[in-house]
């Protein structure tokens, strides 16, 4: 038996149906918002990539990775059936990089990916004189502007660095190249979530929504160019008719890591309160914070110790992991819910959290398998509900290989590691979509999103730039 104070926890934990409903009715509204004008907390910003690969294309291109655990450079060869080889190193980045001046952080990106070429090396020949071209994963929300340009709305995910937000990100790695006298050139701006589309639609066919569970959350889908209203009906013509990436669809990328940051309908407990509250953006990724990675966790934490407080858990005493913001991670969660016995549960306690054998009775064992399980239980549900809002957004517009099944490529660390997360949003989408609706869709990993988009986008750019150059030769 629980005791009587876990009660008042649940209710922000355990969403039935009614209030699934209610979170993806808010949700499409507030995609379509983003859709129509700019400055809305769901950004919706179009990626200016105009559609998907069909497996066939080929070619080498270096890539960029910022915005997960590591940044990581790689080397993708694009075999052209559907297949990819890459080699890649990935890099360290310090809270003082996160949190210092942007100038010093894009020096260490440049100065990475020279160690990269020095290193590792590349296979890429560019032409004699000219720079050797790069796609940059940049997992920020970026209100692009072009395929190679963009400014930084803000940062998330423990990243705050200084004199970026406003900036053009592709500009700011260019000029820590020249600064630096390396001979690259960033190509190709690309959302991970973009990437994570772009790749799952090369390796596996044609997908509507690439969609990050890791350390942030975010999700890109391909969608008619007309309905992004906000871009004017001019502008919309000119993208569909002509121009370097012109076409009817184009690939958006919601940002839905800030869905319901005015908290009308998101169930936030006094734990997500608390998380927010002490985090470097408060008021800001509200969906982010309950559903990905790098707060799991934290809200674990915080119900544990609110327990601990309580006299209810291991016999009132806490541990410096316990007390120490952001103590633990996420892999604690996943092991707690991937245990097969009560032995694992304690062996993670005495492990991760650092509690004393002594202290850990069975109940205990319950409390926090209880815990970890509302959390993960949640998190599954929300992310189901991001699904559920964007394939019933595009209901009425998608491609025709979209009509039969929907397919979705994931990647991340949540969606790779924790136990039962695909399982859990299986069943809120069958709450949402009925049981048809759910046997529609099909869920898959789009290993290595980021690098692999990057890629595909970099290649993209790389064809629009010889276009160019032969349609000024006429
Ligand atoms: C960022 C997105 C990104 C997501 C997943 C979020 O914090 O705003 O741009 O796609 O994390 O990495």
Redesign the pocket.
């Known amino acids: 038996m629980l005791p009587d104070i876990c009660k008042d926890i649940e209710p922000n934990f355990l969403l039935c149906d009614s209030a699934l409903e209610h979170i993806v009715t808010h949700f499409r509204r507030e995609l379509q918002a983003g859709l129509e004008q700019r400055g809305e907390d769901v950004a919706m910003i179009p990626s200016f990539v105009p559609g998907v690969p069909d497996g066939s294309e080929q070619g080498t291109f270096l890539a960029l990775d910022l915005?997960?655990t590591n940044l990581r450079v790689c080397e993708v060869r694009l075999l052209g059936n559907h297949k990819f080889e890459m080699k890649q190193q990935k890099y360290k980045v310090s809270d003082e990089l996160k949190e210092g001046e942007a100038t010093v952080l894009l020096d260490y990106i440049a100065d990475s990916v020279d160690a990269f070429l020095t290193e590792i090396g590349s296979d890429v020949a560019p032409e004699k004189g000219e720079p050797l071209l790069l796609g940059f994963t940049f997992?920020?929300?970026?209100e692009q502007t072009a395929i190679d340009s963009g400014t930084l709305l803000t940062w998330?995910?423990g990243f705050n660095a200084k004199n970026a937000i406003g900036n053009d990100v592709v500009k700011l790695l260019n000029d820590a190249f020249e600064r630096k006298h390396i001979h690259v050139r960033c190509s190709a701006l690309v959302?991970?979530?973009v990437g994570t589309l772009l790749s799952r639609s090369y390796q596996h066919g044609p997908a509507l929504i690439g969609a990050?569970f890791?350390?942030?959350?975010?999700g890109a889908y391909i969608d008619k160019t007309s309905t992004i209203k906000k871009l004017g009906e001019k502008h919309i013509c000119e993208l569909e008719e002509c121009g370097e990436h012109a076409g009817e669809y184009m690939v958006i990328?919601t940002?839905w890591?800030?869905f319901d940051n005015k908290r009308q309908c998101l169930p936030v407990s006094i734990f997500d309160a608390k998380l927010d509250r002490m985090s470097i953006n408060p008021r800001k990724?509200a969906f982010?914070k309950m559903v990905?990675g790098m707060y799991l966790g934290e809200i674990t934490r915080n119900i544990l110790l609110h327990l601990i407080d309580s006299n209810v858990l291991f016999g009132g005493y806490s541990t410096d992991v316990l007390n120490e913001h952001y103590g633990f991670d996420t892999s604690f969660v996943s092991a707690v819910e991937g245990a097969k016995t009560d032995e694992d549960v304690i062996t993670a306690i005495t492990d991760i959290l650092k509690v004393k054998r002594k202290y850990v009775e069975p109940r205990d064992v319950e409390l926090v398998r209880w815990a970890t399980k509302l959390v993960a239980h949640r998190a599954a549900f929300l992310a189901a509900t991001a699904i559920a809002a964007v394939v019933q957004l595009t209901e009425k517009h998608r491609r025709a290989e979209d009509k039969e099944t929907i397919d979705v490529g994931v990647d991340?660390s949540v969606a790779q590691y924790l136990p039962g997360f695909e399982t859990n949003v299986r069943v809120a989408l069958r709450k949402l979509l009925g049981e048809a609706g759910e046997k529609r869709i099909t869920i898959g990993l789009a290993k290595d999103g980021s690098g692999v988009g990057a890629a595909l986008t970099a290649l993209q750019a790389k064809k629009a730039i010889e276009r160019s150059k032969k349609a000024a030769a006429k």
């Open positions: 915005g997960g997992s920020f929300p970026v998330t995910k959302n991970d979530t990050i890791g350390t942030g959350t975010n990328n940002e890591g800030a990724q982010e990905s991340g």
